[in-house]
């Protein structure tokens, strides 16, 4: 029986200076597919990912096309060869764009287009020093849930990210995120510490920017996906683009349910993933979910040779 293989595209916190360095040299692909995000954009995509500054490559405007770049060169390379195709696609957060465009229900430019300014809308939703996010390790979801209805106080605060067991990013108002903290800590949590990000993502406070956001998808052209795409809000696959772009929409305020996502693949039959992007933030994650299946990585010529040599032979 033939085995299943889905790749997972990552989000902001996967970017670094000179990520995918080295695939320039021997896949022209790779700095082709900058060179046109890069003539859409208006600046020089792949001068700021390998060069920087690397203050301005960690702001979320610019962060975020050149994550979805990365995903789509890497895609695009691997199609270029005999890898086996895969049967589910998905994204965290914004890897769900990177998802959608490598299953071709979005243009690769107009989603180029499109995550910039989503950027650029979560920046303006939110004042500097209004919003947080935390990292909780070690706590049940319901115990989580209480510190939230009990930390708020009145202001904003939610589960933002289910990133694997046990593992879950709270999203805010500054002083209920402090709050969070102080009862995640006397409930015994591993970790409960602030995330230097300059956004709140996934909560109400990006209600402004995906309003903002709506307007601008219903100029986007979505179609349905020719690989099966499960999104972050939802754990669903739509066929319609106007399902689709609802769940994008939502996803600016809702959670990112990242571990019932790889539950849900597995259960699907998928036997292995690859990480088609920088870094192995999601490797990571899926394996405290589930380390009977391997995430695989092709971030480097390394590892993009070993997946395409192992995925002839899944499991992985």
Same mark, same amino acid.
């Given at each position: 029986?033939?085995?299943?293989?889905?790749?997972?595209?990552?989000?902001?916190?996967?970017?670094?200076?000179?990520?995918?360095?080295?695939?320039?040299?021997?896949?022209?692909?790779?700095?082709?597919?900058?060179?046109?995000?890069?003539?859409? $954009?208006?600046?020089?995509?792949?001068?700021?990912?390998?060069?920087?500054?690397?203050?301005?490559?960690?702001?979320?405007?610019?962060?975020?096309?050149?994550?979805?770049?990365?995903?789509?060169?890497?895609?695009?390379?691997?199609?270029?060869?005999?890898?086996?195709?895969?049967?589910?696609?998905?994204?965290?957060?914004?890897?769900?764009?990177?998802?959608?465009?490598?299953?071709?229900?979005?243009?690769?430019?107009?989603?180029?287009?499109?995550?910039?300014?989503?950027?650029?809308?979560?920046?303006?939703?939110?004042?500097?020093? +209004?919003?947080?996010?935390?990292?909780?390790?070690?706590?049940?979801?319901?115990?989580?849930?209480?510190?939230?209805?009990?930390?708020?106080?009145?202001?904003?605060?939610?589960?933002?990210?289910?990133?694997?067991?046990?593992?879950?990013?709270?999203?805010?108002?500054?002083?209920?995120?402090?709050?969070?903290?102080?009862?995640?800590?006397?409930?015994?949590?591993?970790?409960?510490?602030?995330?230097?990000?300059?956004?709140?993502?996934?909560?109400?406070?990006?209600?402004?920017?995906?309003?903002?956001?709506?307007?601008?998808?219903?100029?986007?052209?979505?179609?349905?996906?020719?690989?099966?795409?499960?999104?972050?809000?939802?754990?669903?696959?739509?066929?319609?683009?106007?399902?689709? +772009?609802?769940?994008?929409?939502?996803?600016?305020?809702?959670?990112? +349910?990242?571990?019932?996502?790889?539950?849900?693949?597995?259960?699907?039959?998928?036997?292995?993933?690859?990480?088609?992007?920088?870094?192995?933030?999601?490797?990571?994650?899926?394996? +405290?979910?589930?380390?009977?299946?391997?995430?695989?990585?092709?971030?480097?010529?390394?590892?993009?040779?070993?997946?395409?040599?192992?995925?002839?032979? $899944?499991? $992985?």
């Amino acid at each position: 029986m033939k085995k299943k293989l889905a790749f997972v595209f990552p989000g902001q916190g996967s970017q670094s200076l000179t990520m995918l360095g080295g695939f320039e040299n021997q896949f022209p692909v790779v700095t082709e597919t900058y060179q046109a995000a890069s003539d859409a $954009l208006g600046y020089d995509l792949w001068a700021l990912v390998q060069q920087g500054p690397e203050i301005q490559l960690n702001q979320t405007e610019f962060t975020q096309p050149a994550l979805l770049v990365a995903g789509v060169a890497l895609w695009r390379l691997w199609k270029q060869h005999p890898g086996q195709v895969p049967d589910f696609m998905a994204g965290h957060s914004l890897g769900e764009y990177t998802a959608l465009v490598c299953a071709g229900a979005v243009d690769f430019i107009a989603a180029v287009t499109l995550v910039a300014l989503r950027g650029k809308l979560m920046q303006e939703a939110v004042s500097p020093g +209004r919003g947080a996010m935390a990292a909780i390790v070690g706590l049940e979801n319901d115990v989580l849930l209480d510190i939230c209805q009990h930390a708020a106080q009145g202001q904003i605060l939610s589960p933002a990210n289910y990133n694997s067991i046990g593992q879950t990013v709270l999203a805010g108002e500054a002083e209920a995120i402090a709050r969070a903290i102080e009862l995640a800590l006397k409930a015994k949590a591993k970790i409960a510490k602030i995330i230097p990000v300059s956004v709140p993502s996934h909560c109400a406070l990006m209600q402004p920017a995906a309003e903002r956001l709506a307007e601008h998808l219903q100029n986007v052209m979505i179609t349905t996906p020719a690989i099966p795409v499960v999104n972050n809000v939802d754990v669903a696959c739509y066929d319609q683009p106007e399902k689709i +772009r609802s769940a994008l929409v939502r996803q600016l305020f809702s959670p990112v +349910r990242w571990v019932e996502t790889v539950q849900y693949l597995i259960a699907a039959g998928v036997d292995g993933m690859i990480e088609c992007g920088p870094g192995k933030v999601l490797a990571g994650l899926n394996k +405290r979910i589930n380390a009977d299946v391997e995430t695989l990585t092709i971030a480097t010529p390394e590892s993009f040779q070993s997946a395409l040599e192992r995925t002839t032979a $899944l499991p $992985l």
